[in-house]
């Protein structure tokens, strides 16, 4: 087996790569003077069998260009199998139409996905599990709360759960039997002229309690923010945030560097642009290669 790695998904790549005792194919990647996408894949022989990693990330237009180019290269270079892992599917979030003339582009970006012709798709936390059924070829769509799961388990530091809104409740639940917690319920209110949304109430006991907030990514920062301070104004001793993707959206580092969060977990599903060391948050990039390697 070959491992390939677009710009996004090049410390995945290596982290799948030992596990597998796998060679980590070589790509040139590069852009012509016009800007275009310029994509040389250096490896004189090819594996029928091959794996390629990229999540549409940072500048995801770029990411799924990238991706595309990868894959057509690899075909014409003799691949037979191609399984295409896409940790971070970016416009997942575009999963609804709700203004007449808005396209569906999370369904688009699964037929731009399809015409690459992989044999086998494998996703982590889709913002909306329905867009599995956008795709018509094989997907794995796999989740990291198990792992989260795993390491609290182990660590015991989590006194309470956090359910955000009604949305994530079903979800919290199951966190919360898993590592026999209880669950603490936040009552929001919409402002129907700006459209903000408002923590009005907290149901369920958080004075002094350590709490867990988990969430599939971070964006700006607003939403998971502005919770912790309230928490925190509750009485909350401590807030931790176990979060799948990161988007690393421009400025979100030092808003959360300012924030009441004390401790920060995520996945490398998304690479940081550049490396960024918080001073006031126990931060833990938790790699995701030994979860989607059981699924290759």
């Keep these: 087996m070959q491992i390939f790695s677009g710009s996004n998904s090049q410390q995945l790549a290596s982290d799948l790569a030992n596990i597998y005792k ?4 070589q790509i040139e990647l590069s852009e012509f003077a016009n800007h275009e996408a310029r994509i040389w894949v250096k490896d004189e022989k090819i594996d029928k069998k091959v794996v390629v990693v990229q999540s549409f990330a940072g500048d995801p237009n770029k ?92 660590h015991n530091q989590i006194e309470c759960i956090v359910a955000p809104d009604r949305g994530s409740l079903k979800k919290t639940t199951l966190i919360a039997e898993a590592l026999d917690l209880p669950i603490v319920f936040l009552n929001k209110k919409r402002d129907l002229v700006t459209g903000q949304v408002q923590i009005v109430s907290v149901d369920g006991d958080i004075t002094g309690k350590k709490a867990l907030i988990m969430d599939d990514f971070i ?45 920060l977990l995520i996945t490398n599903t998304i690479e940081p642009p550049k490396p960024y060391k918080h001073k006031n948050i126990d931060q833990e990039i938790i790699s995701i290669a030994p979860l989607i390697s059981r699924h290759l």
């Excluded at 796998?22 to 194919?25: D, E, F, V």
């Design 63 to 154: 990411a799924i260009i990238e991706f595309l180019l990868i894959m057509d290269a690899l075909k014409r270079s003799g691949a037979k199998h191609i399984t295409a892992i896409i940790p971070w599917m970016g416009y997942c979030i575009q999963d609804k139409i709700f203004r007449q003339g808005e396209p569906l582009s999370a369904k688009v970006v699964t037929n731009l996905i399809e015409c690459s012709k992989p044999d086998k798709i494998i996703t982590v936390d889709l913002h909306n599990e329905t867009i599995q059924g956008f795709f018509s070829l094989p997907i794995v769509h796999l989740s990291a709360t198990p792992v989260f799961i795993d390491i609290f388990k182990k």
């Design 22 to 25: 796998a060679t980590l194919g």
């Design 219 to 263: 964006s700006t920062g607003g939403t998971l923010i502005q919770t912790a301070e309230y928490l925190k104004s509750k009485g909350a001793k401590s807030i931790t945030a176990a979060i799948t993707h990161h988007l690393y959206v421009e400025g979100v580092e030092e808003k959360l560097e300012h924030s009441q969060i004390d401790q």
